[in-house]
């Protein structure tokens, strides 16, 4: 391999995923984290042996070095070159990468997903990335739940004070210093067999009850009374 190309590939697998996450590290160490309802987390988990947390795309920020604590934790990353980039950042955090989507090594992955669930792993999903349509809860995060076993619990992040970038889903980042609600929704079971008209509407379901979730938690920052409840 030429000298530029094994360059390019050193800073593409090696350099541009460390120092990322460092810059993720130091500004995630200045947030202030408050976990609410973490009782359906912990259900779950007692319950199951293991959970699936589902998170809108724009939203993961916060969660990249929290989740840290929650390891073992696996997560399905395609197999894309853009893929590779993440899925080092995923190894560089300790976490566990599965490599596959749906239209590329999907059903491996998925068999892989259910054996790690199997020895405890936990499961993280974006349930709309990697390119959207933001909001969107795609069949994928169905399909993991009933390959694994488990049920799905919403992960709902939101920010007082945050940077919004002009990307396809409006991807937000909070301010240093900033307030930081994590916010364990409710689970939600999905049956191992479900006829394609059903498992649809389920899949409907999750996304109107994941987009209520985000705005209600979001009006939290609007109300003095919320902010005392969770902060003071």
């Known amino acids: 391999m030429p000298l530029k190309n094994r360059i390019q590939d050193f800073c593409y ?3 541009f995923p460390r120092a990322g996450l460092l810059l993720v590290k130091l500004i ?3 947030y202030r984290y408050r976990l609410v309802d973490t009782q359906n987390e912990t259900r779950v988990f007692d319950a199951h042996g293991t959970v699936i947390y589902a998170s809108w795309h724009q939203r993961f920020f916060p969660g990249i070095t929290f989740f840290a604590t929650r390891k ?8 894309s070159r853009d893929g590779e980039m993440i899925a080092r950042v995923v190894n560089i955090l ?6 596959g989507s ?5 059903t491996r992955a998925l068999k892989a997903l259910r054996r790690l669930t199997r020895k405890g792993y936990r499961v993280g999903h974006i349930v709309d990335g990697p390119q959207g349509p933001f909001g969107v809860v795609k069949p994928g995060l169905l399909t993991i739940a009933q390959f694994a076993g488990a049920p799905i619990v919403p992960v709902i992040m939101s920010a007082q004070r945050r940077w919004v970038f002009n990307s396809w889903d409006r991807f937000m980042v909070p301010k240093p210093f900033s307030r930081v609600v994590i916010r364990f929704a409710p689970p939600i079971t999905v049956p191992r067999r479900l006829e394609a008209g ?3 509407a389920l899949r409907r379901d999750i996304e109107k009850q994941i987009k209520k979730l985000y705005i209600e938690t ?5 109300s003095p009374e919320m902010i005392r409840r969770y902060f003071s």
């Open 28 to 30: 995630s160490r200045s």
């Open 72 to 79: 073992p934790i696996a997560i399905m990353i395609s197999q």
């Open 102 to 106: 749906s239209s590329r090594g999907g």
């Open 94 to 99: 300790g976490w566990r990468s599965v490599r």
């Open 198 to 200: 059903a498992f649809d």
């Open 13 to 15: 697998r090696q350099l």
């Open 218 to 222: 979001d009006n939290w920052w609007r």
